[in-house]
Each structure stands twice: as C-alpha cells, then as structure tokens.
C-alpha cells in the first residue's frame, strides 16, 4: 500500500528548467559576447563561451573558427542582434536571436544553451529557416 503513493509521484512530468531574469540576462550576454569576438576576430575569445562538447568536436579555436567562417557568415560578421524567445525543448534551453549579416539580411538563428558550474554556455547553433511571408 506505501508504494502506491511513490509510483504516482514518479508518473508526475518533470518541470521545465527554470528561466528567470537572471538566467535570460546571463545567456543574452554569452552570446553577445561570443557574437563581438566573432566581429571583432577574436576567435579564441568566441571559443571560450563554447561548451566542452563543442570543444572537443573542433579540438582548437582555429578549426572553430573556420568552421564559423565557412559555415555561418552571418555569425562571423553580424549586427543588430535582437533577443526573442527563450524556450526549454528536450530538457535544453534554446535562444532564438536575430541577426543581421553583413549585407543587412535577417537571420534567425536557434542557439542551444547549457549551464555549467562557471556559467552558461554554447552548446551549437541552427539558422532556422526564414518564415513565409503571405503575398
């Protein structure tokens, strides 16, 4: 009979992880930051908000940095971020941001966030496809 009570307590769903100010504000300047060293070229500065996992997958700031260039221009020279949702899916937090590249496009890009004991991190980035728009 006592374990009826604990079974129930094991099928309730897990809560989302917290979002507070703190946190919002904390994740917006990780990628405020990484996003002015990628300007500013200072890649081994943009390397250090990169999580452990991404680190080990690009073993040094310079393959890193590469990979931005090649892959993200819009990341490697950008403007104007704008901060919109910040959401939990799959148990990780997700920022989206817009940014501007160098020719003053929009982009939407899906940024994966993980807290680690010395702060929040960088865990990848996906441009998200661009949203239609009704003629």
Do not use: K
């Amino acid at each position: 009979m006592r374990l009826l009570p604990t079974l129930c307590l094991i099928a309730l769903p897990l809560a989302a992880p917290a979002q507070d100010d703190a946190d919002r504000a904390a994740i917006a300047e990780v990628i405020r930051d990484q996003l002015s060293d990628f300007n500013a070229r200072d890649v081994p500065g943009a390397w250090e908000h990169a999580s452990p996992t991404i680190q080990e997958i690009f073993e040094s700031p310079e393959n890193f940095g590469r990979m931005v260039e090649q892959g993200y221009p819009m990341v490697w020279t950008n403007s104007e971020a704008r901060f919109l949702e910040l959401r939990e899916e799959s148990g990780a937090l997700r920022q989206t941001v817009l940014v501007e590249d160098a020719e003053g496009r929009g982009w939407l890009l899906d940024y994966e966030m993980v807290e680690l004991p010395e702060g929040w991190r960088i865990n990848g980035v996906i441009v998200l496809p661009a949203p239609e728009l009704a003629a």
